[in-house]
């Protein structure tokens, strides 16, 4: 919408004793939205409804470079953190995937019990300790 038809919306919602329920059904918008004009056109005039949107404040100074590179700093800071983050959750991820890969692999090959496999393996010792020099 415009801001002559902002202008209009509230000028007839001031007429109406700011009814602002009915403006919102007669120009179908939120009623928050008209309640909105009307106190900002009460406060600053037409002005309080001009589009503003990406536009810097009047009373606003521009940014030093010292500010600009500290918002930087800040940004980056952010940026490093959520980074840290997702590396995080994507290395807890692999984890998990591994051990489900690991339990399933386990359930599907028989796995020899612990004491057959040390047996076996302790076999070809004996012979050797049996030996002598």
């Avoid at 202008?7 to 939120?30: H, P, R, W």
């Amino acid at each position: 919408m415009a801001q002559e038809e902002h202008i209009q919306i509230v000028k007839d919602c001031i007429a109406s004793g700011k009814n602002y329920g009915e403006m919102a059904l007669k120009y179908q918008v939120s009623y928050q939205q008209v309640q909105n004009w009307t106190l900002r056109f009460e406060q600053m005039g037409a002005a309080g409804l001009e589009d503003r949107r990406g536009r810097r404040k009047k009373h606003q100074a521009p940014l030093t470079e010292l500010k600009k590179s500290q918002i930087e700093i800040e940004q980056l800071k952010h940026k490093l953190y959520l980074l840290e983050m997702e590396n995080g959750l994507l290395k807890k991820l692999d984890e998990i995937e591994r051990r489900e890969a690991w339990k399933k692999r386990d359930s599907a090959v028989h796995i020899r019990p612990f004491r057959s496999t040390m047996k076996s393996m302790a076999f070809p010792l004996r012979q050797f300790a049996s030996c002598s020099m």
